[in-house]
Each structure stands twice: as structure tokens, then as C-alpha cells.
T-cell receptor, first 113, second 116 residues
Framework: KQEVTQIPAALSVPEGENLVLNCSFT??????LQWFRQDPGKGLTSLLL?????REQTSGRLNASLDKSSGRSTLYIAASQPGDSATYLC????????????FGQGTRLTINP | NAGVTQTPKFRVLKTGQSMTLLCAQD?????MYWYRQDPGMGLRLIHYSVGEGTTAKGEVPDGYNVSRLKKQNFLLGLESAAPSQTSVYFC???????????????FGDGTRLSIL
């Protein structure tokens, strides 16, 4: 059974710092990995999608990497801003069966002005 | 530019009442999913559909039923609501096109459901 783990569960950093969020998964048979952002009481906003054949994707100040063989992904946020405060979720899309997304429990990020 | 639309956005029910949550997508996607999100549990799959007229159980299907009579709609029903079903429900859809690795899941804004 696929399991996705995100560490740390919560992170608080001062504004302007660069930071890394971690995601690990147990089964490398995936189609892709998605990083989402979720603001309190809101839905999921897709940030980046990395196909299983890719190593990284970039969007603005965000860079996500994928090492499928080791079952790891990182989300790098450069020059953090208070507006980046949110919960960040990673999810892998399974190859088998429903091809559903299996989610980690998220990292709650707080950027302090 | 609607994407995935969920109705209603909020609902309060009494134990034993029934209701239906509606998910509609305008992207002609084959796959549709219902997840629930609970504190400390992350998002878990309730039911899913790989095409019109087909549905299947996910991880936590008990107490729920689904129907997909039209390709664009996926309904989630609670026949007799229980307090344990208090949660935030998300619908998602994705294409079955190739390459699968390039197909993201698109999510609705969620339905916040409280069962008293």
C-alpha cells in the first residue's frame, strides 16, 4: 500500500528565507507527483506536477524535484513571503487500480514578517 | 472557466438525514473522484469512477453511495448521516489521456458538512 509522508508537519521561518519541504513515498510505481497549496478553510490549489520521468519542475519562486528511485520529492521556496503561509500537500498518482492520488498529511508553513 | 464545481459549499445535517453532494466538471474528463479530508488523516478516497455509468469503492466507502449517470456529473449520497461523516468533501477529475503522467487531478473548492 502506498504511503506518503511529509516532514516537518509544521515549519515557521522569517520572511525572506529560502526553505525546503520534504515528501517521501513508499512505492515508486507512480504516474506523477503533485504539490498543492491549501489555505485555511479553502480548497486545493495545484502548484506543480512532476511526471515520473522528470526530475524537476519550476514555477516562479517554486522548484520541485523528484527522485523516484529513492521515493523522495522536495519543494523549494525561494525568498519566502508572508503570503506563502499555507499548508502544502504532496500527492502521488498511483499506476494501479483507481489511479487515485495518495496524499501526505501536509506541512503547515508560517512565514513571519 | 469553471473547472470542477461542487454544490453545496456548506451544509449542516441532523443524524439520520440524507443528502446528495453534486460534483460537475466541464473538462470532458473520464475519471472522477470523491475524497474526504479530516484533521490528522489527510485526504482519503471514498469512491471513484472511470467513466459514465461506472463506479467503484475507494478506501472509506461505508455509509456513502455514488452515481455517474452523465459523464460530467458525479454524485455522492449519504443515506443516513452520522456524526462520523462530519468532514470536508472534495471532488476531483482527471483525463484518461496519454501520457498519464502529464494528467493532473483538478479539484473543486470542497463541501463542508457537519452532522449534528
Amino acid at each position: 500500500k502506498q504511503e506518503v509522508t511529509q516532514i516537518p508537519a509544521a515549519l515557521s521561518v522569517p520572511e525572506g528565507e529560502n526553505l525546503v519541504l520534504n515528501c517521501s513515498f513508499t512505492d515508486s510505481a507512480i504516474y506523477n507527483l503533485q504539490w498543492f497549496r491549501q489555505d485555511p478553510g479553502k480548497g486545493l490549489t495545484s502548484l506543480l506536477l512532476i511526471q515520473s520521468s522528470q526530475r524537476e519542475q519550476t514555477s516562479g519562486r517554486l522548484n520541485a524535484s523528484l527522485d523516484k528511485s529513492s521515493g523522495r520529492s522536495t519543494l523549494y521556496i525561494a525568498a519566502s513571503q508572508p503570503g506563502d503561509s499555507a499548508t502544502y500537500l504532496c500527492a502521488v498518482r498511483e499506476v494501479q487500480g483507481a489511479q487515485k492520488l495518495v496524499f501526505g498529511q501536509g506541512t503547515r508553513l508560517t512565514i513571519n514578517p | 472557466n469553471a473547472g470542477v464545481t461542487q454544490t453545496p459549499k456548506f451544509r449542516v445535517l441532523k443524524t439520520g438525514q440524507s443528502m446528495t453532494l453534486l460534483c460537475a466538471q466541464d473538462m470532458n474528463h473520464e475519471y472522477m473522484y470523491w475524497y474526504r479530508q479530516d484533521p490528522g488523516m489527510g485526504l482519503r478516497l471514498i469512491h471513484y469512477s472511470v467513466g459514465e455509468g461506472t463506479t467503484a469503492k475507494g478506501e472509506v466507502p461505508d455509509g456513502y453511495n455514488v452515481s455517474r449517470l452523465k459523464k460530467q456529473n458525479f454524485l455522492l449520497g449519504l443515506e443516513s448521516a452520522a456524526p462520523s461523516q462530519t468532514s470536508v468533501y472534495f471532488c476531483a477529475s482527471s483525463s484518461a489521456g496519454a501520457p498519464r503522467g502529464n494528467q493532473p487531478q483538478h479539484f473543486g473548492d470542497g463541501t463542508r458538512l457537519s452532522i449534528l
